[in-house]
């Protein structure tokens, strides 16, 4: 196992409530790469394909004005080669090296995309994607990265469950992935879901839905994912697991210097409207009890 003692040793030490990014995440991107051992990049690359995912969705639809996110894995190149071969090949040849989801998710959109109606089409393939991705990533053979996504699957999803049934929309439309807590926020209706000790964070999760301000929310998931790093990295300060923990810190901080006031009810929107039925009520309520 890779030890990167010249590396950590010199990053400097950040916190959530930084107001000036030490890094951005494609600065860091850039000055790791070089230094990791392969079996490492591999690793860590299952956090940057997040932002190829994005890419690809652009892709597929073809839309225009878009910038491509240049922090994500695979060329803007690559990606459209990849999208014209499925048009016509039921898979990419063995000497480009795209993650296999990939594959399944361009094949699954060329052959079903015509079906959707235009105003769901953007929300379903996004899940879709999501949930292929998280299921992969939770095979990673590093426990730490796996565990990483399998939390934030589960968090994400206590959050959605919440929302589902505080409004009444179908669980089962919006709950992504196949793994325990999934199935179970899909099908029961115990006020835990019935998860039991399927998600240690279950409690805390429970207790930030209940918050009402969405800024405050967002910021307490952060803090418990930021605990989270903090205590699986106790006794692992030059290993992989220590990078990978200052990377995804730094995206939290990242994130939230570039959220403004507007971002909540931003969040609470693309939220409602996802959610098709009653969206319009919901959202004036929303507004008025905010203005």
Not at 156 to 181: K, L, P, Q, S, W
Not at 257 to 282: C, N, P, Y
Request: aromatic letters at 12%; hydrophobic letters at 40%; glycine letters at 4%.
């Amino acid at each position: 196992m890779s030890k990167y003692y010249y590396l950590i040793s010199g990053l400097p030490a950040i916190s959530l409530d930084d107001t000036k990014p030490v890094y951005t995440i494609a600065d860091f991107k850039a000055e790791i790469e070089p230094v990791l051992s392969v079996w490492d990049r591999n690793t860590v690359r299952w956090f940057f394909l997040k932002y190829d995912n994005r890419n690809l969705l652009e892709r597929l639809r073809n839309v225009s004005g878009k910038v491509f996110d240049g922090r994500g894995v695979f060329s803007e190149v690559t990606l459209k080669d990849v999208c014209e071969l499925m048009k016509t090949e039921d898979r990419v040849p063995a000497d480009v090296s795209v993650p296999g989801y990939f594959q399944t998710f361009i094949r699954e959109y060329y052959a079903r995309f015509e079906d959707l109606p235009a105003e769901e089409s953007h929300v379903l393939w996004e899940d879709k994607l999501s949930s292929l991705y998280y299921s992969e990533a939770m095979k990673c053979r590093n426990k730490f990265m796996s565990s990483w996504f399998e939390m934030n699957l589960n968090i994400n999803n206590v959050m959605t469950a919440v929302n589902c049934r505080n409004h009444g929309f179908d669980r089962e439309d919006y709950i992504i992935g196949n793994n325990e807590t999934a199935e179970q926020l899909r099908t029961s209706n115990a006020r835990d879901f019935n998860i039991g000790n399927a998600f240690d964070c279950l409690t805390e999760v429970m207790q930030i839905s209940e918050e009402k301000d969405l800024r405050l929310r967002e910021r307490c998931i952060d803090v418990l994912r930021w605990n989270w790093l903090e205590e699986h990295t106790l006794f692992r300060f030059f290993d992989i697991e220590s990078v990978i923990a200052y990377l995804l810190r730094l995206e939290m901080i990242e994130r939230w210097l570039t959220l403004d006031q507007a971002s909540g009810e931003k969040t609470f929107r693309k939220l409602v409207h996802a959610m098709k039925s009653e969206s319009s009520e919901i959202l004036e309520k929303f507004k008025e009890n905010n203005k």
